[in-house]
């Protein structure tokens, strides 16, 4: 018999549990499993306790999916009459983008594509060219271009550090299977692109860049939108996602690719109050994608989602108002440990009241928003992979 292991939360912090669940099915009923699963692994809920669900499963009980013909077909909506494509700064990866290249490569109308690599390393940090090499050689990053060959000739052949790969060659076989035309372009010269190409799709990430890009491409009048705008609605039936469209996006099988889930603010809010009504208990609920955290020895970011929240219930809103530990401590060397708890409570209160994150209490604490702090939490708890452990149970950190 498995011995049982009680906790005082009295004596605890911030606690993150993986609640293991059954494997979530298209139709599934989301919200009952979260809660099944989540009495059966803690027993009850706790007033400001937070539950985060991974975005996939939100995705997968919507049977928010995207066939390749679902993505040809927008493709032709947006671009009608084009027969060749730019697809600009799209992140290194066959999880996350090889599937929409390959299904855009494969449209009929498409006869030539373009896809065009940043160097030395894509937004999320899978480098092509290492510091070393990019110093010897003296590179201008933003004046250069290279194509394949150029690139091998000068850099040598890229491998990734965790999978090994070339992506400029993985690329290039995987989107000439169809007959087209298929060049990879190394380079971050947005006029280069501009010159070789009428029609721009921005793969870019984050909001802010991309949004720079398209403004440049449609200034010197090219046709361009960003993956957010495709499949953003309907196609024939298919799955959509108003916000992100083909960003978050992830291969399942046969070219198939689910996409980021819809209604999460509905979903988080409906989930909340079932476990108010049923149990009286006020939990927070956050739906995670990647975490925002950075592997130190590949220099990779996790963070290859459009988001790390798409949806959270309003008490995860804002910073956390933290007051430094040692800070307290060193002010009032020869305060008592029910003195010190009566000190902290009341800079922690302050800091509630004022807003105020600069105060020297709070120095060395990182301004971070809850929901990035949460989502990351959920993510790493779940593994950042797959233990069956879509739904995470917080204790102590609100």
Known sequence: MKEIITFNPNYIGTASIGIKTPIIRPGDNLEKIVIGSCLRAVGGFQDKAAIGITEAVVAIAQENFATPEDIQADIANKYPDANDILLYHPIQSRNRFMGVAKAIAGSPQIKHLTI???F???????????????????VNLYEEAYS??????IFGKPCHPCTGKDYIEEYQKACSKNGTEVDILITNNMDICGDLCDNILVCTIRQEQRDMEKEYFSSIGKKVYDLSEILNQPVNGSGYSPEYGLYGSNLLNDGTLKLMPRNCQEFVNGLQKKIFDDYEKRVEVVIFGDGAFKDPKSGIWELA?????????SGIAGTPQEVKLKYIASQHPNATQDQLKVIVAREKEERMLSGDITSEASLGTTPRQKTDILSSLADLTTGSGDKQTPVV??????
């Open 120 to 138: 030395p390393c894509d937004e999320v940090g899978n480098r092509l060219v290492s510091d070393e090499i990019m110093s010897d050689c003296g």
């Open 116 to 118: 065009v690599l940043s």
């Open 305 to 313: 989602d459009p988001t790390t929240t798409p949806g959270n219930t």
């Open 393 to 398: 149970y917080i204790l102590n950190f609100l």
């Open 148 to 153: 394949a060959r150029e690139f091998y000739e």
